[in-house]
């Protein structure tokens, strides 16, 4: 894959901080806890993974944070200043690219685009972001005309073309087929190198997770406390540079640890740590067999 075109960005990544955040809605017969007690400081251009079994409250949080919603209980901040309504600090990417079917991309590119931009300004940004996700040979093509993974970047592209402190994606990679969605998952790296906003991910996939973030947030509801509405469980720090080697023995470790949180069977054997262990240390010690296994 081509590298990024690097250039400079007009705003800076911006840390964010939650304290004591909880969230209520209301259900029959009373209100119904999502989240609780959530406390997190996100640094200015990390990447954090939010995981967690489903409906424990991953968009909501990613709603909160971009001011879409409003929580209950605590406080959150985006570079130390409170979260405002829509906060135009932050830009969100879905699942679904959302673009509009009449528009070609370039001008969906340009929805994203802050009012006080010039003509001149916004084009070249534009021009520079569809360079950076490479769609500059699509720009004049409708959305029905590119496939899935092109219609992705493309709305990757518009959230960045405001340029915000920080990038929030609600498991934008989840409609795509296995193969498109590694791809996406190096250019996401390549974007975050040349545009570093703090990005903020929600995603299913412990791999998705473990390949793209600095930190993993687990959230889900604690052993005793059902019915009280999700907190953070477990924060687990990544390792290595990236890009990962996804074959990395120290990844395939926390891979394991990370399906145990969730609930969910790896199925490998009782000595399997042990194993991935001393291939890890093998690894790192040069043994050339290691690089032929």
């Not at 509009?100 to 021009?127: C, F, H, M, Y």
Request: aromatic residues 2%; proline residues 6%; glycine residues 10%.
């Amino acid at each position: 894959m081509p590298a990024a075109t690097a250039a400079s960005t007009t705003a800076r990544a911006l840390p964010v901080e939650l304290r004591a955040v909880g969230r209520r809605f209301p259900a029959p017969g009373g209100e119904r806890v999502v989240l609780r007690d959530l406390d997190l400081r996100i640094r200015d251009g990390e990447i954090v993974a939010l995981l967690g079994p489903s409906g424990c409250g991953k968009s909501t949080l990613l709603r909160l944070i971009s001011g879409l919603d409003r929580a209950d209980d605590g406080e959150l901040t985006i570079g130390g200043t409170p979260v405002a309504p829509v906060d135009q600090r932050c830009a969100v990417a879905f699942q679904e690219p959302r673009l509009l079917p009449w528009r070609s991309i370039e001008r969906n590119v340009q929805l994203g685009l802050p009012a006080t931009s010039t003509k001149a300004d916004g084009a070249a940004r534009v021009a520079r972001l569809l360079e950076l996700v490479q769609l500059d040979h699509a720009r004049g093509l409708r959305p029905r005309q590119v496939s899935g993974g092109m219609a992705q970047r493309a709305s990757l592209a518009r959230a960045l073309s405001r340029a915000p402190g920080v990038l929030l994606l609600d498991e934008p990679f989840g409609a795509l087929d296995a193969l498109t969605r590694l791809t996406m998952q190096d250019l996401l790296l390549e974007v975050h190198r040349a545009e570093p906003a703090t990005i903020v991910l929600v995603t299913h996939d412990v791999d998705e997770a473990l390949a793209l973030a600095d930190r993993i947030v687990l959230l889900g509801e604690e052993p005793g406390r059902e019915g009280e509405g999700s907190t953070i469980r477990a924060i687990l720090d990544v390792p290595g540079r990236r890009p990962r080697d996804r074959a990395d023995g120290g990844l395939a470790i926390l891979r394991v640890q990370l399906l145990e949180r969730l609930g969910v069977s790896s199925h490998h054997r009782a000595d399997y740590i042990t194993e991935a262990v001393r291939a890890q240390r093998a690894r790192l010690a040069g043994d050339p067999r290691v690089e032929h296994d």
